[in-house]
């Protein structure tokens, strides 16, 4: 008798001596262990063959997630490489469902009574909605990663900038012992005209270590200088003011203004470029520093506070009252004067959503820039310290959608997987934060200091001084209040400082 014949009549012999039970419980079994019940079920070529590729599948999954990382982020970090893993994954899902179902049609008796059928479909339906929901929800996500980084950051042949370097491929970083990075807060909401940059910062790592220096610029410097290089310095030889006006405030020419101003005034100035407004900040705050600034990430407010939440929030210490909402009606786009809506109450380890989170990073009515910079500073820290890998796998697709509508970058495509791998440094490296003396180097915002700040920053920056070791946040009990609102005690001004101090629970005086 040929072999099939006889495969058959085992197979049948088999389904007529199982109970629909049984046959329920190897459809499990087979669920569980892809070809396990193809080959009970007589088909054991073809279930070996299943059986084989199911495990070396899983050998390899195992050993690229264990040993190669750099493969798996570079694939997370590409395009095509994403849309590759979404149609692999849909067609594994779709070829487990088949084995199960087919598993069962061989499992089953060859008699079953209406009872038994109606079991055992219900458990292939559970079965295969298993499988299809995660297969689901596993594709949207590759796909919602795959815009993102579509959508966020081009790659250098589809993208202009006129201040940025060029990628090298082999070792990004042969030559960029720190790199420096623009963060640019863009107010554009309901009732203003234009974008103004209310938070400016540069975070400088070092990309050795991942240890992080976040400088803040305060939104009110006048004066801002341009390289001597740059077509902007003919235009604002003394920097970015008018000295006709003389030595008075003049909000137009503040620093919040250059990102709006300047490119309507002088459209096309730098050369081809897809954010004229970032590259003219670049500029402005390179010269004004003493840094080479590589890249810029710019945030939208409404973005900002989308991404928060989906985070779950963020944990912050307040220690005054921060003001939610409120305006001085001054500037230019900026809204009628209005008080404050409410107010954030001090307490340590408070849990803001993304709105309250917003409003603690920016609220500055009846207080200093120099405390609103603080809380910002804070603000990142508390976000870099919430981004679990737990929240951001169950949360992606909602964070993927926020950053979306929230990020604009000159980061391109081809430097992402070196800046991913450098990004977890950070995390587990200390983040500082360096004072550049603003009671000495800027008391108001008229005639800035900045040669003062470059040394203060060129000193903080020397790989010579050792770099305080990170440590825990702590919380520290109330003591009576010495302080005022965006003075940290302990502060020494031109020294950089470990942000899980500047940040701890330390009530000040004031509202």
């Not at 079991?119 to 079965?127: E, F, I």
């Not at 500055?364 to 809380?375: M, N």
């Not at 040669?451 to 770099?467: D, Q, V």
Request: with cysteine.
């Amino acid at each position: 008798m040929p072999a099939g014949h006889r495969r058959g009549r085992v197979g049948r012999r088999g389904r007529r001596a199982r109970t629909a039970a049984q046959a329920i419980g190897l459809t499990v079994a087979g669920a569980l262990v892809p070809g396990l019940g193809l080959v009970i079920g007589g088909r054991r070529k073809l279930g070996a063959a299943v059986l084989a590729v199911s495990a070396g599948l899983l050998a390899i999954g195992v050993y690229v997630g264990l040993a190669q990382r750099d493969s798996v982020i570079a694939l997370a970090l590409s395009p095509t490489g994403l849309l590759v893993t979404t149609a692999a994954v849909v067609v594994l899902g779709a070829a487990w469902i088949w084995i199960v179902v087919s598993s069962h049609k061989l499992l089953r008796p060859i008699s079953m009574s209406y009872t038994g059928r109606l079991t055992g479909a219900l458990v292939v339906g559970v079965l295969c909605f298993a499988i299809a929901v995660p297969t689901t929800v596993t594709a949207q996500t590759v796909m919602a990663q795959r815009d993102l980084i579509g959508s966020v950051f081009k790659s250098q042949g589809s993208s202009r900038s006129a201040t940025r370097p060029t990628v090298n491929a082999k070792d990004p970083w042969a030559h960029i012992p720190r790199l420096n990075i623009l963060l640019l807060g863009g107010d554009d909401g309901h009732g203003r005209t234009g974008t103004r940059t209310d938070t400016v910062m540069v975070a400088s790592i070092d990309t050795r270590t991942g240890n992080t220096a976040l400088i803040s610029l305060s939104r009110n410097w006048m004066r801002m200088p341009f390289p001597a290089s740059s077509p902007l310095h003919a235009k604002y030889p003394d920097g970015f003011w008018d000295p006709s006006l003389g030595n008075v405030e003049q909000p137009q020419y503040y620093l919040d203004a250059m990102y709006d101003t300047i490119p309507k005034k002088y459209p096309g100035i730098l050369g081809q470029t897809d954010n004229e407004g970032a590259d003219v900040v670049k500029l402005a705050a390179s010269a004004a520093l003493g840094l080479d600034i590589e890249y810029y990430m710019q945030v939208s407010l409404a973005g900002f506070q989308q991404i928060i939440d989906a985070l779950g929030g963020i944990t912050v210490n307040i220690n005054y009252r921060v003001p939610i909402g409120g305006e001085y009606g001054l500037g230019p786009g900026a809204n009628k004067p209005k008080k404050p809506s409410g107010y954030l109450q001090p307490g340590p380890n408070q849990k803001l959503n993304g709105h309250d989170a917003l409003w603690f990073a920016r609220g500055r009515y009846g207080l200093s820039d120099p405390s609103r910079q603080e809380r910002q500073r804070c603000t990142i820290h508390a976000l870099v310290n919430s981004a679990d890998p737990a929240t951001l796998v169950t949360k992606y697709q909602q964070i993927a959608a926020a950053g979306k509508e929230m990020l604009r970058t000159d980061i391109p495509q081809e430097l992402l997987s070196a800046l991913v791998q450098l990004g977890l440094k950070v995390k587990k490296a200390s983040v500082s934060n360096i004072n550049l003396n603003p009671d000495k180097n800027f008391p108001s915002g008229k005639n800035p200091n900045y040669a003062g700040m470059r040394e203060i920053i060129a000193k903080a920056l020397s790989p010579h001084p050792a770099t305080p070791a990170p440590r825990k946040i702590t919380t520290h009990k109330a003591k009576p209040a010495t302080t005022t609102p965006g003075t940290t005690p302990g502060t020494t001004p031109g020294t950089a400082q470990n942000l899980n101090d500047a940040c701890a629970y330390h009530p000040t005086t004031g509202s």
